[in-house]
């Protein structure tokens, strides 16, 4: 065997942790999904119930993964999305440091080529503000063929990230801005790009966001 297939090999199947920042109650078809998630042997799946934000849930389970040696990545995902079984096989395949899978979410959070809010469902991932020209065309035709794209930001809610992000970027890793925005996971890939990484979205591994209006699921 080649270095560069065990290494390979390594990267599909050192184990993990799924991490879901949770609240009290959470959808039944979500829950089933991530169960359902395949997982390489040893992984763990975590659900933070204490904390009262997201960021700081997020926070507490990387201090749970850092803590754990064995452990290569984290994948989070929100509580209320149907996470397709071979979403980490295939996100780990990608190699990338920091790797989320395409989905939708709220309204104005992302923007058009010209700099103008979206107010419309629209995908967790963007460009920063200035870059919308140079990043945005390049997500949609992502989109279009189910690609791999590289941009500037990705939501978290289904974001994987390997250990050594992690320890090369200061904590607080996720935090919100001045106003309290739910911004954290914007806020975290600045840091990560600031350290020297860079982030992706694999449009063609597509997850399910439990909305008011289900996006990404088959027949909505």
Not at 76 to 94: A, G, I, M, Q
């Amino acid at each position: 065997m080649s270095v560069n297939t065990a290494a390979k090999d390594r990267v599909l199947t050192a184990p993990g942790a799924l991490a879901v920042p949770a609240v009290a109650w959470i959808y039944t078809q979500a829950v089933l999904s991530l169960f359902a998630l395949r997982l390489p042997p040893g992984s763990k799946r975590w659900f933070e119930f204490g904390g009262t934000f997201p960021d700081e849930k997020r926070n507490m389970l990387v201090k749970n993964v850092l803590a754990m040696r064995e452990l290569d990545w984290v994948y989070f995902s929100d509580s209320d999305h149907v996470v397709p079984p071979d979403t980490v096989s295939r996100l780990l395949e990608t190699g990338c440091d920091v790797v989320s899978a395409l989905y939708y979410g709220h309204f104005g959070r992302s923007c058009d080529a010209s700099g103008e809010q979206q107010m419309a469902h629209a995908p967790e991932a963007g460009a920063s503000r200035g870059r919308e020209t140079e990043v945005l065309p390049r997500l949609r035709k992502a989109i279009d063929v189910g690609t791999l794209c590289e941009v500037d930001w990705v939501g978290a809610g289904a974001l994987l990230v390997r250990r050594s992000v992690l320890e090369r970027v200061e904590p607080p890793w996720f935090f919100r801005d001045a106003q309290g925005g739910e911004d954290e996971d914007v806020r975290f890939c600045e840091k990560v790009r600031g350290a020297g990484f860079r982030v992706h979205v694999h449009a063609g591994v597509r997850v399910g966001h439990l909305q008011a209006v289900p996006i990404g699921l088959e027949g909505s």
